[in-house]
């Protein structure tokens, strides 16, 4: 286990024309699990493979416990991953390749023979995976095989750090719970550092004590999963995170209220004259739908029962607004919204205003 | 029910005209040669399994296929290594795939009868490039009269002529692994053998039996180019079975026990390559019924 | 409409499908949900006539159209995969199926114009499949299935393979963009969530059988049994063995009073079932139980705690940001009102009462739910 250091990494795949990793300073404490989320083509793919070595980046350090890994090939970085897709060595037993990344440590890290079973033994049962040990990989089912690939990047204790490519996408919904669940409760006894890749922001926020969000080569916002929800640095992070995201009018401030198109919120505190482009944020779960001839007057588009609660698409004037209702309350036919003032955020360019900006 | 679409036998019906005249009416005509004796004027009577008895019995049958079996059993230890090996060899991406891959295809396409020309002149201790350097370095070879000298450069032909075929094969087999696999093995701290054993040869194990398969019936069935560049000889040295059954044929007009030495060099090459295929694909099977049993449904 | 009477098919010694019935309307929705090689895709093959039925028939408005060929049916379907033609630009993409059935050059413009339009692929006419990114390629792929004008239009998990965030979106627009069509539309899922969100009417799938098939949030609500209810639960449907006894549950040691109409039913041995946001830890609700703490996850807002109650593995979704301990033991509560029973073959035989129905009115707008 170890801590893990970017210090100006960058990649270039066109000898520095464009940058699909832009230069980046992060520290990575031991023992923590992080996930880094963003859609595709946001380079977080990209600094999966310069932490695990597969890919050398064009400029910049990585470091593993203050020592300067970057030129090292991968197999001497010790660190285990996991990929997208299954990866098992079909000829063998599901036991012979759990063992295999332990068999091939050589010189003073080579481990016995008796080590070595109990370790596999852990991790089989560790996985439930007691009644696949012997079989031959090929031929397993798609889920099973990704359970023995998690396995492979579990079995290995001593590790720098274990990295995971989209692990559960292409597991059903059902497994994706119990492996989730399974890697957070191996992270705790295990003390691992995790590094978790993902576009799918359930699976990050439930994984990761830190999510970093990434976007076109950068990173938006590092936090854990509750300031990305409460406070997102960006726009872009408001809706990424959360199902609905977060909606994002375009306003006007004056003084301690918000104006869209003529119609007045209250906010919770104050703000100076901001210049730019000037949006107000605010999640689905807090705004409230009233009865018609209070609050701000809303069409509905349409009504989406997910069982829990409702989705409510509404339209705002022009602006399109989603509001979540709780399943028993009545959806009026004529209904106006409300904000909750303490959950309102103001953008300025995209950015979150935040709170030195107070007066 | 009505079937489907009626269409469909149509279009299949030339061939199976096609392959009716072509192999099976033959095929009864030698069938037809070899229960009967003739001695001309097209009269004909039965003599049941004499000239398979007689061909069974036979020395000279029995050290053509010997030749066979030898010349096959070379051919296939020095082909499917190398092809796998120069597989192996050969760039994934970038300019020089193409480059590698016409390269390999040229022997390919030269017709047999004239790859065995080019090696009969090749070899020429007077004028031929290999036979004279030889000569010239000290090397006694002379492949019309030195049986061992005749074997190697039917050996060298063959290689030269099918490895290409095997070295296809095999890296269509190589090209369809996905990167993770080379990168888990990576991490996971594998050697180059390890990489080889694991990943490299169970994706290539389908196309392997292929490359066996059509190797071993070639080379097995080889009859142009030996019949140019040593014409079976020195003495027999080089009188493959196909040879041998020409020259019975065709030299001395024995057609009952050409017919049935025909008929037992196909049998053969049948069993041979049944035998080949059942075994190298019955890992495969086992594992499909494994997967059945405990995929679930 | 479309009419499958009793289909199965069989390959091998397997069943694919056993013994299917359903009944799909024109201009409807309809969500195919189960898991992986639950006989979704073999049911579309069914439906697409690419496969023919061991038993059974497939009707359309009527007519049995098992004899004719896929290529003659008027049929649509997109993949998971993005399959689009790689030397062909996205104009010509789009255009095929027209192309195809030798449209005038002035039709196919207007269509594909339309279809881009709607799919927001105008300004990539000119481009080919491999210059887009996966979410633009899966719009071409159903463009081209749009275009098509088919009455029968299906949709293999084609959301899959796309980023979070753009299946979200393309989830949301996908019935507006196929609601002029009036075609049926099918839509296989393995994620529950996918099929609360889509709407319109869902059929579960459990090993080649469709379990149930109805309304999809009725289907949630009021699953007829437990194969059902577990199907189309995600997060997981928490449940427990219990034994009634006059107006009380046991649930191990623990006692859950019934209300008077729940107290009418036969004393026996059920399956509680209780979706993990009625399981919370605060105090107001009536039953309480108690669970060890496996794990915590934060989702933001909320937090999903796992815990073994009697031996089972449940999760409760509650809000607000939890921190637990690990292996400590947590007073869990939930209301006997929104409990499930299953009797012991598993039928459903009390649900919780349903939400107030959403108002007519608003039904009427999703023009795509008939």
């Known amino acids: 286990m170890a801590k893990i250091t970017l210090n100006n990494i960058a990649h270039s795949y066109d000898g520095g024309n464009s940058y699909a990793l832009k230069a980046m300073s992060h520290e990575w404490n031991d023992g923590g699990a992080y996930a880094l989320l963003g859609p595709s083509g946001c380079g977080k793919t990209t600094l999966l493979n310069i932490i695990s070595g597969l890919l050398q980046p064009s400029e910049g350090q990585l470091l593993f416990d203050d020592v300067d890994v970057s030129s090292l090939p991968t197999e001497q970085r010790n660190i285990a991953q996991v990929f997208q897709f299954p990866v098992l060595y079909d000829t063998m037993t599901v036991a012979d390749n759990l063992a295999f990344p332990l068999r091939n440590r050589r010189g003073p890290d080579k481990l016995s023979a008796a080590e070595i079973d109990h370790r596999v033994q852990q991790a089989i049962s560790m996985l439930g995976l007691e009644a696949l040990a012997g079989r031959k990989a090929r031929g397993l089912s798609a889920d099973d095989k990704q359970k023995i690939s998690l396995g492979r990047g579990l079995v290995r204790t001593d590790v720098n750090a274990i990295l995971f490519d989209e692990p559960l996408t292409v597991i059903d919904p059902h497994l994706k719970w119990q492996l989730r669940t399974q890697l957070k409760q191996i992270h705790r006894q295990f003390g691992h550092t995790m590094i978790y890749v993902t576009h799918d922001q359930t699976e990050a926020l439930t994984f990761a004590d830190k999510v970093v969000v990434m976007l076109a080569g950068e990173v938006v916002q590092m936090g854990t999963p509750q300031e990305l929800f409460d406070a997102p640095q960006h726009t872009f992070v408001g809706k990424f995170i959360g199902s609905p995201g977060m909606n994002v009018l375009p306003c006007e401030l004056a003084g301690k209220e918000a104006v869209i198109d003529d119609r007045r919120i209250a906010l919770a505190r104050e703000y100076p004259t901001l210049n730019g482009v000037i949006e107000l944020g605010i999640r689905p779960e807090f705004v409230r739908l009233v009865n018609s001839g209070q609050g701000l007057p809303v069409q509905i588009v349409s009504v989406e029962d997910v069982g829990r609660h409702r989705i409510v698409r509404a339209q705002l004037n022009k602006h399109r607004l989603d509001i979540i209702v709780p399943a028993h309350q009545p959806v009026p036919s004529e209904p106006g919204v409300e904000f909750d003032s303490d959950r309102i955020n103001i953008y300025q360019n995209s950015q979150l205003v935040g709170w030195e900006h107070q007066l | ?297 | 409409m479309l009419e499958l009477a009793g289909v199965s098919k069989r390959v091998g010694n397997e069943d694919h499908i056993r013994d299917v019935s359903l009944q799909l309307e024109r201009g409807s929705m309809n969500v195919l949900l189960g898991p992986t090689l639950s006989g979704k895709t073999s049911l579309m093959r069914l439906m697409a006539g690419l496969d023919k039925p061991t038993r059974g028939d497939i009707l359309l408005d009527g007519v049995s159209v098992l004899g004719i060929p896929v290529q003659k049916r008027r049929v649509a379907m997109v993949y998971q995969q993005f399959i689009n033609y790689p030397t062909l630009t996205i104009y010509e993409n789009i255009a095929s199926p027209l192309r195809v059935a030798r449209l005038a050059a002035a039709d196919i413009d207007k269509k594909v114009r339309h279809a881009a339009d709607l799919l927001r692929l105008t300004e990539f006419l000119d481009k080919r499949p491999a210059e887009l990114s996966g979410g633009q390629q899966q719009r071409t792929a159903i463009a081209r299935a749009l275009v098509k004008e088919s009455q029968l239009v299906l949709l293999d998990e084609p959301l899959a393979n796309l980023d979070y965030k753009l299946r979200e979106e393309l989830r949301q627009e996908l019935p507006r963009i196929f609601a002029e069509l009036g075609a049926i539309l099918v839509y296989a899922s393995t994620e529950p969530s996918e099929a609360l969100l889509l709407g319109g009417n869902t059929a579960t799938l459990h090993q080649g059988r469709v379990t149930q098939f109805g309304a999809t949030i009725d289907v949630f609500q009021q699953p007829v049994d437990l194969v059902t209810a577990r199907t189309f639960s995600d997060p997981p449907l928490n449940t427990a063995p219990v034994s009634k006894r006059g107006a009380e549950l046991r649930l191990d040691r623990f006692v859950i009073p019934l209300s008077a109409a729940q107290a009418a039913m036969p004393d026996a041995n059920y399956t509680l079932g209780l979706r993990p946001w009625h399981l919370t830890l605060e105090g107001s609700a009536d039953c309480t139980v108690e669970g060890q703490v496996k794990v915590t996850e934060i989702t933001g807002s909320e937090t999903y705690i796992h815990l073994h109650v009697a031996d089972q593995p449940w999760v409760s979704l509650t809000h607000g940001i939890r921190h637990l301990d690990v292996d400590t033991s947590q007073l869990l509560h939930f209301s006997p009102e929104n409990i499930y029973l299953f009797d012991e073959t598993g039928h459903l035989v009390m649900a919780p009462r349903s939400p107030v129905p959403v108002s007519k009115a608003l039904l009427a707008e999703q023009a795509w739910q008939k």
């Not at chain 2, 296809?168 to 990168?183: E, F, N």
């Open chain 2, 1 to 297: 029910m009505k079937p489907w679409n009626n269409k469909a036998w149509f279009f299949v019906l030339p061939v199976l005209l096609l392959v009716a005249f072509s192999a099976i009416i033959p095929l009864m005509t030698v069938v037809n040669y070899s229960v009967q004796d003739s001695f001309g004027n097209n009269e004909f009577y039965w003599v049941g399994l004499e000239w398979f008895q007689e061909v069974l019995a036979s020395e000279r049958f029995h050290n053509s296929l010997m030749r066979n079996l030898l010349f096959s059993g070379i051919i296939l230890l020095i082909e499917i290594p190398l092809g796998i090996a120069v597989a192996l060899a050969m760039p994934r991406r970038g300019w020089g795939v193409s480059v590698c891959l016409v390269l390999m295809a040229l022997p390919l396409l030269i017709p047999w009868n004239v790859v065995g020309t080019i090696w009969q002149v090749f070899a020429r201790v007077d004028i031929g490039l290999l036979g004279h350097t030889l000569a010239a370095l000290g090397v006694d070879y002379n492949y019309t009269q030195d049986t061992f000298d005749a074997w190697v450069t039917l050996i060298a032909m063959d290689v030269w002529h099918w490895t290409s075929l095997v070295v296809l094969l095999c890296y269509s087999g190589l090209v369809s692994i996905p990167d993770a696999y080379y990168q888990a093995a990576r991490i996971d701290g594998a050697s180059r053998w390890a990489v080889f054993r694991y990943i490299q040869l169970p994706k290539m194990r389908r196309v392997l039996v292929i490359a066996v398969l059509l190797r071993f019936m070639d080379s097995f069935m080889i009859y142009t180019e030996p019949f140019v560049v040593t014409g079976g000889g020195p003495g027999n040295a080089t009188t493959f079975l196909s040879i041998d059954l020409v020259q019975m044929a065709i030299g001395q007009f024995d057609l009952g026990p050409a017919a049935a030495m025909s008929l037992i060099y196909f049998l053969i090459i049948l069993v041979i390559s049944w035998v080949f295929y059942t075994v190298m694909t019955q890992q495969d099977n086992d594992s499909v019924t494994d997967g059945r049993q405990g995929g679930g449904q």
